[in-house]
Structures are given as C-alpha cells and as structure tokens.
C-alpha cells in the first residue's frame, strides 16, 4: 500500500464509520477482560484441587484451543453472512460460556471449567475474527494498521479491569491456606477440605456469571446496531479452496501466522507465570505476584500508545524486530538475575510487547484484499500457540531445574525462543520492503 499523499492526508476513521468504529472497537476491551481474568486461574485452580503447573495450565490449552478450533469455520461463516452476524455469533457463545461456569461449580470439577473456558473462547474467536478485518476495512487502506492499532489500544484496558477483578474479586478472597496446608486437610479431614473447594470454586464463578450477563447485554446493542457494510462483504462466495491456495503461496502471510503464534505464546506465558515467580522465586502471596501483573499490563497499555506514534516514523518490520530483541534481552534477565530485579525484567517484557499482535496482523494482511477475512482466520487459529506453550511451560516448571537455575526460571527459555523468531520476522520484512521501497522508510500499510 501506498502512503497517502501529503498534500492530501487521510483520516484514519471516516467521519461515517466513526461509531461502528466505536462499537466494534468496545469488542476488543470485552475480549481482553476475558484474557486477563482468566490468566491468574491457572495459579488458583493449582492451589484450589492440587494440581500440578502442567495440569493448571489446561485453563489456558482450553482457553486458547477454542480460538484454534472455531477460527476457520468462524471465517467462512462471516464470508457467506457478513461481520454482523459473525459478531453476533461471537457474543452468543461467549455470553453462553461464561454462564457455563455456575454448573461447572456444582459439578466441582476441572473438566467441567475447561469446557465452560472452550465455549468461551469460541465465542472470542468470531470475535476477533470479525472485528480485526472489520476495522481493516472501515477506510483507505493506506490508514488500516494505523486503524487497527487504535482500536488494539483499547483491548489492554480491558485486560486491566480483568486482572484488577482477578486480584481483588478472585485471588484475595480465596482461602489463604497454601498448598501444603490444603493437602494435609485434605488427607486429615475430606469433607473440611471439599467444603474449602466448593467456597473457593463459588469465588471463582461469581465474575464469570456476571460477564455473562454483560455479554448478554452488548449482544443485544449489537443486534440492533447498524453496521455499514464494507468493500467486498457484498461478496458471498466462499472460494475457500482458491483463496487457501492463495494464502499457502504467500510466504509473508505464512510466516506471518507463525510469528503470530510465537508472540502470542510468549505473552501468555510471561503474563500467566508472573504470579509463579513471584510466589516461587520471591515467596509472595497470589493476589500480590497478581499485583504486578497489573504494573505489566499498565506498562503495556502506555507502551503501546507510544510504539503507534512511533510508527509514523519507523517502519512496522524494524520496530518489531527491535521491541523482540528488547523482550529477548529482559527474558534473559528475568532467567539470571534474582530477586526483584528478575521481577522487574518480566514486568518490563510488557514495553516490548505492547504493539507485536496489531503490527504481525497487518503486516501478514497487507495487499490481501478479500483474501484478509480468511487470512484473519489464519492469524486468529495462531493465537494457539497460547494453547500449546504455557502447557509445555508448566510442564518444565514441575521439573527440578537445569544449568543451576530453578525450573521457574528455566521455564522462560521458552519465551526467549519466541522473541529470537519474531525478532528474526521483523527484520525479513524490514529487508523486504527496503528492497521494495529503495530505502529504509517502510511504505505505509
């Protein structure tokens, strides 16, 4: 895409899409309080059945696994319809899976959650799927990231109340027994310890059944909400095949959809086990490791507002590719400084990350045409990579540690690998469009 001439700049929102733009970018808070509230569960379904970091962390395969499996199907459904209905699906299922959660609190059990967290997440995965390309088109192409990247900014101040909800709601009203207590009442008195569960289990509903009924409620917004119709979604034909066969041949797009992946594991993982390391390295209680979750995501939210101004001078490939090698370089830290300057790098991880999700999805998009509502789809089933790496993740913290380091610490290697290959993408598409270009200026997309 060409950058718009100065003479004649731009806006980047129409003055006719101004409040479809509003509404559909309300979305995007909605599903990042889902994100963020649910990260610490991870910690508190550990605690509350005793299980290991690995099997806590099925909360997360469950989680991101929905947006995997619907985000395919998700895509074809808003081609034949259109986004309206894609969203109006995506508020169903989500409104759906969170009230799920009250009968998974009476069964009291774990794999009754994961399902709740899989409808759920299914519901999000329309959601993105439709909001992400929707916004894309609310104007000329030469302002869509720019666009995008407004409306991502939005996403981090949900993920904030989520959080906020998780510590204050969720985590400091759970019993403060530890695990070890926990254990011993469970094998010294069942009943006491089953009692403790279902109490703690009802703590954890509670949230999630109100989210439901605000879902319910913005479903209804958007179910009589006109939404203008954007170019090409006048075009119904799937094309599926065609467009698939398109989308394999662009290695930009393909490489894209790993980068994708690779981010969105890393920042899983780094926001999932900050509550582990503060409470494994550094002897803290949940809601208070939880705390600094949230200096993270604050970091993130002013990080991003920054990095989107930035982007009007330095091109989308070499600030990503300079933000990874920043991420890379505090993981390291975080893996061999203790105390609270280990601390303080995995906080500071948030500055890094806070523009890679809108910046990966516009590059990978960029010069797509119709092909971006299937191609969304791609990116969308990427964010499974938050499905598969805090699992893995969990699963080396359960070990005993390597190299003289604790299996907390050594567990961020995995993350680490992650910011090495997006670093590795932000500069093959700095190079591309230098090559393109003729110079070190990245023609706006």
Same mark, same amino acid.
């Given at each position: 895409m060409s950058a718009p001439s100065l003479?004649?700049? =731009?806006?980047?929102?129409?003055?006719?899409?101004?409040?479809?733009? +509003?509404?559909? =970018?309300?979305? %995007?808070?909605?599903?990042?309080?889902a994100n963020d509230i649910t990260n610490p569960m991870v910690a508190a379904f550990k605690s509350i059945l005793l299980i290991s970091n690995f099997e806590s962390s099925l909360v997360q395969a469950a989680f991101y696994g929905g947006y995997?499996?619907?985000?395919?199907?998700a895509a074809l459904i808003i081609k034949r319809f259109s986004y309206k209905v894609g969203i109006l699906a995506g508020l169903t299922l989500y409104a759906v899976g969170c009230l799920l959660f009250i009968p998974s609190g009476y069964l009291m059990t774990f794999w009754a959650?994961?399902?709740?967290? %899989?409808?759920?997440?299914?519901?999000?995965?329309?959601?993105?799927?439709?909001?992400?390309?929707?916004?894309?088109?609310?104007?000329?192409?030469? =302002?869509?990231?720019r666009?995008?990247?407004?409306?991502?900014?939005?996403?981090?101040?949900?993920?904030?109340?989520?959080?906020?909800?998780?510590?204050?709601?969720?985590?400091?009203r759970l019993d403060p027994a530890d695990d070890a207590a926990r254990t011993s009442l469970s094998e010294s008195d069942p009943a006491a310890f089953a009692a403790m569960q279902k109490a703690d289990l009802g703590v954890? !509903?509670?949230?999630?059944? +109100?989210?439901? !009924?605000? +879902?319910?409620? +913005? %479903?209804?917004?958007?179910?009589?909400?006109?939404?203008?119709?954007?170019? $090409?979604?006048?075009?119904?034909?799937?094309n599926a095949g065609a467009t698939l066969g398109r989308l394999f041949k662009n290695k930009r797009y393909l490489e894209g959809v790993i980068a994708q992946a690779f981010y969105v594991g890393a920042q899983i993982m780094c926001w999932t086990f900050i509550i582990q390391y503060g409470v494994n390295e550094l002897g803290m209680e949940r809601a208070e490791a939880q705390g600094y979750n949230v200096i993270a995501m604050v970091i993130f939210v002013s990080s991003r507002f920054l990095c989107t101004y930035l982007l009007h001078y330095v091109s989308s490939g070499r600030l990503l590719a300079g933000l990874a090698m920043g991420g890379g370089l505090l993981i390291l830290a975080t893996i061999y400084l203790s105390g609270m300057p280990g601390l303080y790098c995995l906080i500071g991880v948030s500055a890094c990350m806070s523009l890679m999700f809108p910046t990966i999805y516009g590059i990978a998009l960029d010069g797509l045409g119709d092909d971006a509502k299937l191609g969304s789809a791609g990116l969308i089933m990427a964010i499974g990579g938050g499905c598969l790496m805090p699992p893995l993740q969990g699963a080396i913290?359960?070990? =005993?540690?390597?190299?003289?380091?604790?299996?907390?610490?050594?567990?961020? %290697?995995?993350?680490?690998?992650?910011?090495?290959? !997006?670093?590795?993408? $932000?500069?093959?598409?700095?190079?591309?469009?230098?090559?393109t270009s003729g110079s070190n200026t990245l023609t706006k997309i």
């Open positions: 003479s004649t700049p =731009t806006r980047t929102i129409p003055p006719g899409y101004l409040v479809p733009f +509003v509404l559909v =970018t309300s979305l %995007f808070a909605l599903w990042g309080f995997c499996f619907m985000a395919i199907p959650f994961l399902i709740a967290y %899989f409808v759920m997440t299914c519901g999000l995965s329309f959601l993105e799927t439709s909001a992400n390309p929707y916004i894309l088109s609310m104007g000329d192409e030469a =302002t869509a990231t666009r995008l990247n407004l409306a991502q900014a939005f996403n981090p101040l949900g993920s904030i109340t989520g959080m906020l909800i998780a510590k204050e709601f969720i985590l400091a954890i !509903i509670a949230p999630y059944a +109100v989210l439901g !009924i605000v +879902v319910f409620f +913005v %479903f209804l917004v958007f179910s009589i909400a006109r939404l203008p119709k954007v170019t $090409g979604e006048d075009d119904r034909r799937l913290m359960d070990g =005993t540690g390597a190299l003289g380091l604790s299996a907390t610490r050594v567990s961020f %290697f995995l993350p680490l690998i992650c910011f090495v290959f !997006i670093a590795i993408y $932000g500069y093959r598409t700095y190079r591309y469009h230098q090559a």
